[in-house]
């Protein structure tokens, strides 16, 4: 049945407000004439091509439907828009936001799944499935199931934290639906917000009970896991999750932290493959899962499995090929294991501006002394250390080798006063590492 025959669709659409978000000039045109054609009146519809023209518009024009692009350009995305929208309208059954976009992966399903919008739209799209979609997500506003009414409105009186009056709503659609699990979900969510984290884990598990995949369920339970610290619990929720559903990127950190408790390192490795792909890559999540590859690997150094432990090593080197802390990690997890040309090979990797930092400047050193050329080494330190350097460990390291070379009683407490200088709050440590320290032989003395 088209729109215009059904009166109810027709009444709701001739009094709605709607905003057309999309850098292609094509399809603002085929969505500004589907809209006019299912009854919108033209002076109600605005489209434009920049999301900071639409986001200063919600506030003028106060769209209760919105069909947006979902990559906008410079990093922006409609969730941008969505979450302003959602402020205005709070209530789902008064709004629509449908998303559009040409990339079909997995991730961006889940990532459209996890922000409540009304859908995901792919391109390119016929007129007519385009009609068809729309009127489909209309009708489920026009036309919601008791049940559906019943958990939006409890929702609401959930935001508010009108925890008696959204637990009756919630109740109340548990008898309307023979498989309530977003019910089941919610009641969950009331009992978590006020602390009760046993009694939501009893709901989610219920509502997993009546729907074994529902994904608010399923991550909600392991949400709760986490909170309780029973990182295995959650694993084993994490693994059902991962089966049945993408994960969004917003989701990652928290399934890596998990498998990385569990010593599960297969999982980071098919984190990370599910991250290389991506485009852009969010910051946080690039510090994550490569700070979650350097322990995985630090896990199969130890266990002597050095190949897989460079291969995994150099994975998080080309995912944060700009972080310093991270480079760090991956070189000194090599040279604390012996594998200084390994270490030599990495560092040759990185760009040049990290290169030239203390760190790494003083991981260069560090690998010297290990391969037994410790007075270029310390040569190279010392000059250092006269630069006002500030880097513990160089610092540590020149005290321990001093020591071994058998350098003078002045010249060691000169470096420790140094190191204490730069490092105040170290001065203790510095100077008990040369507590009683005496040249062995007098005639060895080095300066």
Same mark, same amino acid.
């Given at each position: 049945?088209?729109?215009?025959?059904?009166?109810?669709?027709? /009444?709701?659409?001739?009094?709605?407000?709607?905003?057309?978000?999309?850098?292609?000039?094509?399809?603002?045109?085929?969505?500004?004439?589907?809209? =006019?054609a299912v009854g919108m009146k033209t002076s109600n519809v605005e489209a434009m091509e920049l999301i900071g023209d639409a986001l200063a518009k919600l506030d003028t024009l106060q769209p209760n439907i919105i069909l947006?692009?979902?990559?906008?350009?410079?990093?922006?995305? +409609?969730?941008?828009?969505? @979450?302003?929208?959602?402020?205005?309208?709070?209530?789902?059954?008064?709004?629509?936001?449908?998303?559009?976009?040409?990339?079909?992966?997995?991730?961006?399903?889940?990532?459209?799944?996890? =922000? %409540?919008?009304?859908?995901?739209?792919?391109? &390119?799209?016929?007129?007519?499935?385009?009609?068809?979609?729309?009127?489909?997500? #209309?009708?489920?506003? !026009?036309f919601p199931s008791k049940y559906a009414k019943s958990c939006e409105d409890g929702r609401l009186k959930l935001l508010a934290k009108k925890y008696p009056d959204a637990m009756k709503l919630f109740e109340l659609a548990?008898?309307? %639906?023979?498989?309530?699990?977003?019910?089941?979900?919610?009641?969950?969510?009331?009992?978590?917000?006020?602390?009760?984290? %046993?009694?939501?884990?009893?709901?989610?598990?219920?509502?997993? +009970?009546?729907?074994?995949?529902?994904?608010?369920?399923?991550?909600?339970?392991? /949400?709760?896991?986490?909170?309780?610290?029973?990182f295995s619990k959650a694993y084993d929720i994490g693994a059902v999750i991962s089966k049945n559903h993408p994960l969004p990127p917003s989701r990652i950190p928290e399934f890596v932290k998990v498998a990385v408790l569990?010593?599960?390192?297969?999982? !980071?490795?098919?984190?990370?493959?599910?991250?290389?792909?991506?485009? &852009?890559? %969010?910051? #946080?999540?690039?510090?994550?899962?490569?700070?979650?590859? #350097?322990?995985?690997?630090?896990?199969?150094?130890?266990?002597?499995?050095?190949?897989?432990?460079?291969?995994?090593?150099?994975?998080?080197?080309?995912?944060?090929?700009?972080?310093?802390?991270?480079?760090?990690?991956?070189?000194?997890?090599?040279?604390?294991?012996?594998?200084?040309?390994?270490?030599?090979?990495?560092?040759?990797?990185?760009?040049?501006?990290?290169? =030239?930092?203390?760190?790494?400047?003083?991981?260069?050193?560090?690998?010297?002394?290990?391969?037994?050329?410790?007075?270029?080494?310390?040569? @190279?330190?010392?000059?250092?250390?006269?630069?006002?350097?500030?880097?513990?460990?160089?610092?540590?390291?020149?005290?321990?080798?001093?020591?071994?070379?058998?350098?003078?009683?002045?010249?060691?407490?000169?470096?420790?006063?140094?190191?204490?200088?730069?490092?105040? /709050?170290?001065?203790?440590?510095? /100077?008990?590492?040369?507590?009683?320290?005496?040249?062995?032989?007098?005639?060895?003395?080095?300066?």
């Amino acid at each position: 049945m088209g729109a215009k025959e059904n009166k109810p669709i027709v /009444e709701y659409l001739g009094g709605a407000k709607a905003l057309v978000l999309d850098p292609n000039s094509s399809s603002r045109a085929t969505i500004r004439r589907l809209l =006019s054609a299912v009854g919108m009146k033209t002076s109600n519809v605005e489209a434009m091509e920049l999301i900071g023209d639409a986001l200063a518009k919600l506030d003028t024009l106060q769209p209760n439907i919105i069909l947006t692009e979902l990559d906008l350009g410079d990093g922006r995305t +409609a969730f941008e828009l969505l @979450a302003a929208h959602r402020k205005k309208f709070p209530d789902t059954l008064d709004s629509v936001f449908l998303l559009l976009t040409s990339n079909n992966s997995p991730i961006i399903t889940s990532m459209a799944a996890e =922000s %409540d919008s009304d859908g995901l739209i792919i391109k &390119p799209f016929t007129y007519g499935s385009l009609e068809d979609r729309f009127i489909e997500v #209309v009708k489920t506003k !026009v036309f919601p199931s008791k049940y559906a009414k019943s958990c939006e409105d409890g929702r609401l009186k959930l935001l508010a934290k009108k925890y008696p009056d959204a637990m009756k709503l919630f109740e109340l659609a548990l008898t309307q %639906d023979p498989n309530p699990a977003l019910a089941r979900y919610y009641i969950g969510c009331v009992h978590k917000d006020q602390g009760a984290i %046993d009694e939501a884990i009893a709901q989610f598990e219920k509502g997993i +009970a009546a729907n074994p995949t529902h994904y608010k369920c399923l991550m909600g339970l392991f /949400e709760a896991f986490v909170q309780k610290k029973e990182f295995s619990k959650a694993y084993d929720i994490g693994a059902v999750i991962s089966k049945n559903h993408p994960l969004p990127p917003s989701r990652i950190p928290e399934f890596v932290k998990v498998a990385v408790l569990n010593q599960q390192f297969e999982d !980071v490795k098919a984190l990370y493959d599910v991250v290389a792909i991506m485009s &852009p890559v %969010d910051d #946080v999540l690039v510090t994550y899962i490569s700070a979650a590859l #350097v322990v995985c690997a630090k896990f199969y150094l130890r266990k002597k499995e050095n190949d897989k432990a460079i291969e995994i090593l150099k994975k998080a080197q080309s995912l944060a090929r700009n972080k310093t802390q991270i480079q760090v990690e991956i070189i000194s997890s090599l040279i604390h294991v012996g594998l200084y040309a390994e270490a030599e090979k990495m560092m040759a990797s990185i760009p040049d501006e990290l290169k =030239s930092s203390s760190e790494m400047m003083a991981l260069e050193i560090e690998r010297w002394v290990g391969m037994g050329k410790v007075g270029e080494a310390l040569a @190279a330190g010392l000059k250092m250390l006269d630069q006002g350097v500030k880097n513990f460990r160089l610092l540590e390291l020149l005290i321990v080798e001093s020591k071994k070379m058998n350098r003078t009683t002045a010249s060691v407490t000169a470096i420790v006063s140094k190191a204490s200088a730069l490092i105040p /709050e170290k001065q203790a440590y510095f /100077e008990g590492l040369v507590a009683g320290y005496e040249p062995k032989e007098e005639g060895n003395k080095q300066e």
